[in-house]
C-alpha cells in the first residue's frame, strides 16, 4: 500500500500553495512562467516506437509492465523533484514515477518538455497532467494490485500507465474519439495489453464494469456525478477535482462508508480542463 510521509506533508501550506501554483497551468495552456506553448501537434500518431524490455522487474507481480533506460537521468530529476519540492515520499508512488516514461506519452512538439514539472497540451484543447499531480492523486488512492480502478479521462494514456505500475485491473474512458484511440495505440505499442481503454461519456462510469475500488477523475465537473458514487465499492475511494471552469476549483477525496454514507474531504486548490459531457 502507497503512503505519504508519516506528517502527511503533501497536506502542508507549502505544497498546497507550490501545488495550486503549478497546477493552475492547467487550463490556461501556458507554462508556469506564463509563456505560451508551442501549438500542439493534433496527429492522431504516437510517437515513433521506442525500445522496451521486455518482462517485469525482479520481485514484481504477476503481470508485464512495461520499462525503458530511456531518458532514466530526466526521469530521476523528475522524481526528485517531487520529492524534495512536494515531500511526497511513497516509496511505491515515486518508483512508479520513475518506471514510466512519460516521454512515451507526449507530442513530438512537446518532447523538450517531457520531465519538466508542469502541464503540456496534448490537442485537441486538453492537457497531461504535470508530474506531481499525478503522483499526488495516485497516492491518496491507496492502490493494492487486486483493486479495481476506474480512470475518467484517459487523455494521454499516462495516469493509466502509472496506475497500472499498481494493478493490472485498470479501466479508463475517454469521450474525445481521437485521443482515446491515440491513447490505445501508445498502450498497444508499449505493451500495457492489459488497460481497458473505451471510449464514452465519463460522466455515467462504466456500470457495466462496476463496482470500483477506486475511481480518479481526471478533469473538473462543477459537482460529483452520481453514477461515480454508485460505482464505488464500500470503502472506496476516489480523487476528483470539483468546481467551475473559470471559477476555483478543489482536489477532493470521496470515501464511501460502510453505511453508504459519503464523505468529502478537501485537499487543495487546482485547475484543470473541464469535464467534457455528451
Not at 63 to 70: A, V
Request: overall charge neutral.
Amino acid at each position: 500500500m502507497s503512503r505519504l510521509s508519516g506528517n502527511r506533508r503533501s497536506g502542508s501550506r507549502g505544497v498546497r500553495a507550490m501545488a495550486f501554483v503549478f497546477a493552475t497551468a492547467l487550463l490556461a495552456g501556458c507554462d508556469r512562467t506564463g509563456t505560451e506553448m508551442v501549438p500542439p501537434d493534433n496527429s492522431d500518431s504516437p510517437p515513433a516506437a521506442r525500445p522496451s524490455a521486455t518482462g517485469t522487474e525482479p520481485n514484481d507481480t504477476s503481470w508485464f509492465r512495461p520499462r525503458s533506460d530511456e531518458r532514466a537521468r530526466e526521469r530521476a530529476a523528475m522524481v526528485d523533484q517531487i520529492q524534495q519540492v512536494y515531500g511526497l515520499e511513497s516509496p511505491t508512488v515515486l518508483k512508479a514515477m520513475r518506471n514510466v516514461p512519460r516521454h512515451w506519452f507526449i507530442l513530438p512538439s512537446n518532447q523538450s518538455r517531457a520531465y519538466q514539472d508542469q502541464p503540456l497540451l496534448i490537442g485537441y484543447g486538453q492537457t497531461i497532467s504535470q508530474p506531481f499531480i499525478v503522483a499526488y492523486m495516485t497516492d491518496v488512492l491507496k492502490l493494492e494490485p487486486d483493486d479495481k480502478v476506474l480512470e475518467i479521462g484517459t487523455g494521454s494514456g499516462y495516469q493509466a500507465a502509472v496506475l497500472y505500475e499498481f494493478t493490472p485491473h485498470v479501466y479508463t474512458i475517454e469521450i474525445v474519439e481521437p485521443l482515446a484511440r491515440r491513447a490505445k495505440q501508445i498502450f498497444h505499442q508499449y505493451g500495457y495489453n492489459r488497460i481497458d481503454a473505451r471510449t464514452g461519456d465519463g460522466y455515467k462510469g462504466l456500470p457495466d464494469i462496476a463496482p470500483f475500488d477506486a475511481i480518479i477523475v481526471t478533469c473538473a465537473p462543477d459537482h460529483i456525478p452520481r453514477p461515480l458514487l454508485d460505482q464505488l465499492v464500500v470503502g472506496g475511494r476516489m480523487i476528483i477535482p470539483v468546481g467551475d471552469q473559470w471559477g476555483l476549483q478543489e482536489l477532493i477525496l470521496v470515501s464511501k462508508q460502510a453505511d453508504g454514507s459519503i464523505t468529502r474531504e478537501s485537499k487543495m486548490p487546482v485547475r484543470f480542463v473541464p469535464l467534457t459531457r455528451e
